[in-house]
């Protein structure tokens, strides 16, 4: 029998989180990106390991595979931007988290953000002229920053995928894979 590959193999996704993020929206993404072949590390400005949410409850820690003032978007194929409230409230407000998603957004790498991940676009300058959606509560900031909103449980607009909750998961994981399978075939040829 012939060893088959995996539709991500050999691509690299920076999962970029602070504390406060919501557990699920990194995790989830995460195995769904593992068990299509990707290789994926934890890039936060924070050193050691970071706390997840399970809503307004701290949960589990993580350990930071890439402080990010080592980190390089070159040596990444794509983004990955979780929610909650308090991680990218942190993240859109740090200067070096700022300038790595502006790196992916002017490369023109596949970003995937969920729920308040959005936030960091607007100040990396990742939205306007885009569709997306987010937790309702964003709205009126991304309108702001010239995106359109959508109430929809995914949107994929030009290198971008959206969700706006936890129970968007699986139509967010089934959509970020093949978005990231796209541009990973892509730069294979």
């Not at 539709?7 to 504390?19: C, F, P, Y």
């Not at 406060?20 to 068990?35: D, I, V």
């Not at 909650?84 to 700022?98: F, S």
């Not at 509560?137 to 909750?165: F, H, P, Q, Y």
């Amino acid at each position: 029998m012939p060893i088959t590959s995996s539709s991500l193999d050999g691509m690299k996704v920076a999962i970029l989180v602070s504390d406060g993020f919501e557990q699920a929206e990194m995790t989830e993404p995460r195995k769904a990106l593992e068990s299509a072949g990707a290789e994926t590390q934890v890039v936060s400005p924070l050193d050691g390991s970071v706390r997840g949410w399970k809503h307004l409850e701290p949960a589990d820690t993580f350990e930071v595979d890439v402080p990010l003032k080592n980190a390089n978007a070159d040596d990444f194929d794509a983004l990955l931007l979780p929610g909650g409230v308090v991680n990218p409230d942190a993240l859109r407000i740090n200067q070096k988290a700022v300038a790595f998603v502006r790196a992916f957004v002017e490369s023109g790498k596949p970003i995937a953000a969920i729920c308040h991940g959005p936030w960091t676009l607007i100040n990396a300058d990742g939205v306007k002229g885009r569709k997306l959606t987010s937790w309702p509560s964003l709205r009126a900031d991304l309108m702001n920053a010239g995106a359109t909103w959508i109430d929809k449980e995914v949107v994929v607009d030009s290198g971008l995928v959206t969700s706006r909750r936890p129970d968007d998961l699986p139509a967010f994981n089934r959509e970020m894979t093949k978005l990231f399978e796209l541009a990973h075939e892509a730069a294979l040829h």
